[in-house]
């Protein structure tokens, strides 16, 4: 995962909203997904969003994508605290193996 | 009702053993993966399967044997087990597996977490 690059922490207030940064590698991925992993349990796909878009909004969840930069963000609104949780980037990295590659994982805390 | 379902969810075992993980998904996905979590939550895939066909192998050392008995299975077994085997194993499925499929939407299990004492 060291490839697609997030930062480990985020500490937000309930009702505030909660960006997550994470930074890829392939400019060729054709999907970039958001997955959440709460304490003990496996993943879970968010949402994610197809190379050719620079937006997608889902109910709290917004996705923004900038493929110049390789930068992709997901904000959620009015943070709640069964947000908390770590949310994982993935990049769907094609060539002669398609592989699903996630970054390091972004641990939200969401406090009264 | 369980799309990708992983046995056993926890499993502590002595260092030297040889051990088992399952798994099965009833989604109909041709391609099965084993991703590997650290203790510091780094997720890295270790291995790929297409129809009962590897795919993926990343680099992962040969004790670990991934063996798919058709396209909705694939068990992972692991000899002479080390201490730093143990970390949290994900299954997950999704449909297609080559460049031309449209979405690569992937479905985890909930996990096998693996203790090596």
């Known amino acids: 995962g060291e490839d697609v690059e997030q930062s480990l922490f985020l500490s937000v207030r309930e009702g505030d909203s909660s960006v997550i940064n994470c930074t890829y590698t392939?400019?060729?991925?054709?999907?970039l997904y958001w997955y959440k992993q709460e304490p003990g349990a496996g993943l879970q796909l968010l949402t994610y969003?197809?190379?050719?878009?620079d937006m997608k909004q889902d109910q709290r969840l917004t996705v923004l994508l900038n493929k110049k930069d390789k930068h992709l963000s997901l904000r959620i609104a009015d943070t709640q605290t069964g947000d908390s949780a770590i949310y994982f980037c993935a990049e769907d990295r094609r060539g002669n193996t398609d592989k699903l590659i996630f970054g390091t994982g972004t641990r939200l805390q969401v406090f009264p | 009702d369980t799309a990708v379902s992983q046995t056993p969810k926890y499993l502590v075992t002595q260092m030297g053993n040889d051990k088992s993980i399952k798994c099965e998904q009833n989604l109909g996905h041709d391609t099965m993966y084993w991703y590997k979590q650290d203790s510091k939550k780094f997720l890295k895939i270790m291995f790929s399967y297409n129809n009962k066909e590897l795919i993926i192998n990343e680099t992962v050392p040969n004790r670990f044997s991934p063996k798919s008995p058709d396209k909705a299975h694939l068990n992972l077994h692991i000899n002479s087990l080390e201490l730093g085997d143990s970390a949290v194993y994900f299954c997950a499925s999704s449909q297609g597996g080559g460049a031309t499929r449209l979405n690569t939407e992937a479905f985890f299990g909930q996990g096998t977490r693996l203790t090596v004492v």
């Open positions: 392939d400019s060729s991925s054709t999907y």
């Open positions: 969003i197809f190379s050719n878009m």
